[in-house]
């Protein structure tokens, strides 16, 4: 960025950013694709509006442990069958990433280093 904006270490540089009402599509992980596809929900998938993926693909992902994330999965699937268009029990406004955050809350640059050692 610092290149294409043609700007230094050290610079002051302007920024604009406009507001959209448009939500870009997310990222489907791998694993979910392919459940998506096998319980033959893919299509029911594509007719929930970008910012539904993005909810269920952030509860998917704010588990650190795979067992959890595979149940979230089957679970996205038996509930998108059921018409459920949205993860039950989503809070948007808390953090998702288990890296940075626990129980939706960040973390403090002290905490994250004790959580790495732990």
Partial sequence: MRKGA?????????LA???TKE???PEVPTDLKKALKAS???DIWMDITPIARWDWIRWIGSTKRPETRKRRIENTCSMLKDGKRRPCCFNRSQCTEPSVSSNGVLLEPTQMNEK???
């Avoid at 043609?6 to 302007?14: H, I, K, L, R």
Wanted: charged share 35%; hydrophobic share 35%; no cysteine.
């Fill in 23 to 25: 939500w870009p599509e």
């Fill in 116 to 118: 790495k050692r732990a």
């Fill in 6 to 14: 043609g700007a230094d270490v050290g610079d002051t540089v302007g």
């Fill in 40 to 42: 033959k929900v893919h």
């Fill in 17 to 19: 950013i406009k507001p």
